[in-house]
């Protein structure tokens, strides 16, 4: 399953198409391949084999195989590759762009090689089913639609809480204006020894005739 947030949309953000997006996924491994692993593979593969007096000095099939290659993006790619395994650094073959680089090399290898290719891949957790640019465009289209319902339903609770504020307000304020008009109408006459029936029926009058919601 495709996550847009994490497997699409940074490299759309590259500015990557969706075919290179789809070469990426369909080439990358689950995690970096590790140095120590791959040395381990390369040698007990004979693909890269080291002369424990002249460590700097290897030989093997693979070494064998790029001494023959042409000069060209191949023969840079496997020396990039294993110049960083025995300097002790990890290759990014879970990451564009080393991701395709690595697949398009693997690719190119004759067969006894890609056997160790695989080992190697295999080490860094292996490769996920192969998707399409309809996986791709499906999995955006998901989470747009998922991202536009929570937007959605963003707005629908700030206005919720906007109108239940003003509701508060409201109900605030009538109340503030009640204890006003009844401070200023009513009271007098609760506390007044003098007062008649209309007093009383003024007072209710004022305060009617100033009441408004």
């Known amino acids: 399953m495709i996550d847009y947030l994490a497997d699409v949309k940074p490299l759309q953000d590259q500015g990557l ?3 290179d997006i789809v070469s990426h996924l369909n080439s990358k491994t689950a ?45 840079k790619l ?57 996986d791709v465009t ?16 963003l707005e629908a609770d700030r206005q919720a809480a906007e109108q239940a504020e003003l509701q508060r307000q409201q109900a605030e304020q009538l109340n503030n204006k009640y204890i006003s008009l009844y401070n200023s109408n009513i009271a007098p006459l609760i506390d007044s020894q003098n007062s008649n029936d209309d007093d009383w029926v003024a007072a209710i009058q004022n305060i009617a005739n100033n009441w408004s919601v």
């Open 31 to 75: 995690t970096p391949m590790n140095p120590e692993q791959c040395r381990y593979i390369l040698q007990d593969t004979g693909a890269v084999l080291t002369d424990p007096v002249t460590p700097d000095q290897r030989t093997g099939s693979l070494i064998s195989y790029y001494q023959g290659l042409p000069d060209g993006d191949a023969k």
């Open 138 to 153: 499906e999995a955006q289209q998901a989470w747009e639609d998922q991202e536009a319902q929570r937007l959605a339903q």
């Open 78 to 134: 496997i020396a990039f590759f294993i110049s960083r395994i025995y300097n002790g650094e990890v290759v990014r073959t879970d990451q564009w762009p080393r991701s395709v680089q690595f697949k398009s090399v693997e690719d190119s290898l004759p067969t006894e090689l890609q056997s160790v290719s695989a080992k190697l891949v295999e080490s860094a957790g292996g490769r996920a089913a192969s998707v399409t640019e309809v």
């Open 17 to 19: 198409s969706p075919s």
